[in-house]
């Protein structure tokens, strides 16, 4: 069975950065698309950012482009998103996942992941 734990979670000033972490265990990491998504108190879950199964490609959600860099170390078994110029609309439970059939920009859905970690809180103060 696959694990997801994030980290690097916490309070964070405006215009400041962050850089979370995935940690990955039970399954063969390199197999595996992995995707960041998040969550504000009565919203919808939104995509963030992915990256393929090699770290060839990553892909970006349209308010984070620019901002956030997604990568991963198969050697490590870990992803990372690291987060620049933060705003408070920033702030949310944000999830790591998993997917067994990632194909390019289906890594956008949610649908693709098969596993998701329970997440780490990210609030972003002015």
């Known amino acids: 069975q696959v694990q997801l734990v994030e980290s690097g979670g916490g309070l964070v000033q405006a215009g400041g950065s962050l850089r979370l972490s995935c940690a990955f265990s039970g399954r063969t990491f390199s197999s595996y698309g992995m995707g960041w998504f998040r969550q504000a108190p009565g919203k919808e879950r939104e995509f963030v950012a992915a990256?393929?199964?090699?770290?060839?490609?990553?892909y970006y959600g349209d308010s984070v482009k620019g901002r956030f860099t997604v990568s991963r170390v198969n050697t490590k078994n870990t992803m990372y998103l690291q987060m620049n110029s933060l705003k408070l609309e920033d702030t949310a439970v944000y999830y790591c996942a998993a997917s067994p059939s990632a194909s390019g920009s289906g890594l956008r859905r949610g649908q693709a992941y098969d596993y998701w970690g329970r997440g780490t809180q990210v609030t972003v103060s002015s």
């Open positions: 990256i393929n199964w090699i770290g060839s490609m990553t």
